[in-house]
């Protein structure tokens, strides 16, 4: 098992940042970095590499619609070769409020372009020339009469950055199970992870190639350390409400979805009916 920890997007980075070497001297292994529609992770992620010597950094995740695929897999080839081979590409599809609103993108499709998505960064990191035929990507431009199959000029800290994959849903769960090195399931609760994931974990790995190795699990959960248990308890409820109740609209929030898979469905309608009604904000 391995100590990590997430950075808020929020605010604060400058001194988390600060506080990071003491965290990594005491053992922390790995920090992820998020990208909602705050700061942009990349940026961050080359400041931490800089400040640090052994801590490995991840993104938490880039949005898949926010770059195109050859633009993420040189990201992910430059973040690794700054921390000298350090880095972990999380990868995750984010929601249509932010893909379509922030981004101006389409959300579609998000389970067959991550799939896609992957496919193309490893054949990047391999310097292969990118000739590649998806439903959803196609690169070269069809039609173009000047576009053509290059590769990565520079050579790659490694041919197999590990990428891990953020999903909730039971097809991008088994895909990341299939493809990926790593799961990242948000609010992942021991006791009911199995009624929401155990069958599409085991339909992915059934599917996975052993050279992937076995399949990381990223379980992120809240701690908070002090003598006063309601209080931190307190410290902790905005940022439930905030994806429970706000990170979607009505039928299409995934984090709303997840938490009555678990069984909460009445707590979690009365968490989404009071944001909605009066929704928070980050200012």
Same mark, same amino acid.
């Given at each position: 098992?391995?100590?990590?920890?997430?950075?808020?997007?929020?605010?604060?980075?400058?001194? =988390?940042?600060? #506080?990071?070497?003491?965290?990594?001297?005491?053992g922390l292994e790995i920090i992820f970095v998020p990208e909602a529609y705050s700061f942009d992770a990349v940026s961050q992620l080359g400041f931490i590499a800089a400040r640090t010597t052994r801590l490995q950094i991840a993104s938490g995740i880039l949005p898949i619609y926010s770059r195109t695929p050859a633009l993420t897999a040189m990201t992910a080839a430059g973040l690794d070769h700054v921390s000298g081979g350090r880095f972990t590409l999380g990868l995750g599809t984010s929601?249509?409020?932010?893909? #379509?609103?922030?981004?101006?993108?389409?959300?579609?499709?998000?389970?067959?372009?991550?799939?896609e998505l992957i496919e193309i960064c490893r054949m990047v990191w391999r310097r292969e020339r990118l000739d590649y035929k998806g439903?959803?990507?196609?690169? &070269?431009?069809?039609?173009?009469?000047?576009?053509?199959?290059?590769?990565?000029?520079?050579? &790659?800290?490694?041919?197999?950055?590990?990428?891990?994959?953020? =999903?909730?849903?039971?097809?991008?769960?088994?895909?990341? =199970?299939?493809?990926?090195?790593?799961?990242? &399931?948000?609010?992942?609760? &021991?006791?009911?992870? !199995?009624? !929401?994931?155990? !069958?599409?974990?085991?339909e992915g790995l059934a599917k996975r190639d052993p050279s992937l190795g076995p399949l990381d699990v990223i379980a992120e959960a809240p701690l908070a350390i002090g003598e006063d248990a309601a209080q931190l308890r307190d410290f902790v409820r905005p940022f439930f409400a905030l994806y429970i109740g706000g990170m979607g609209a009505r039928g299409r929030n995934f984090y709303y979805d997840l938490a009555c898979?678990?069984?909460?469905?009445?707590?979690?309608?009365?968490?989404?009916?009071?944001?909605?009604?009066?929704?928070?904000?980050?200012?």
């Open positions: 098992m391995r100590v990590g920890m997430t950075l808020g997007y929020a605010g604060g980075f400058s001194q =988390a940042v600060t #506080e990071l070497a003491d965290f990594e001297r005491a929601g249509p409020q932010v893909i #379509e609103g922030w981004h101006g993108v389409k959300y579609d499709a998000p389970v067959g372009r991550t799939r439903r959803y990507y196609r690169l &070269p431009l069809e039609g173009s009469e000047l576009g053509k199959p290059l590769k990565l000029i520079n050579h &790659p800290e490694r041919e197999r950055i590990p990428i891990v994959v953020a =999903a909730l849903g039971p097809k991008n769960v088994a895909m990341a =199970a299939e493809l990926a090195e790593g799961w990242q &399931p948000i609010f992942y609760f &021991p006791e009911q992870a !199995a009624i !929401a994931w155990d !069958a599409p974990l085991a898979r678990f069984g909460y469905e009445e707590a979690a309608t009365a968490i989404q009916d009071a944001y909605l009604i009066r929704p928070a904000s980050f200012s």
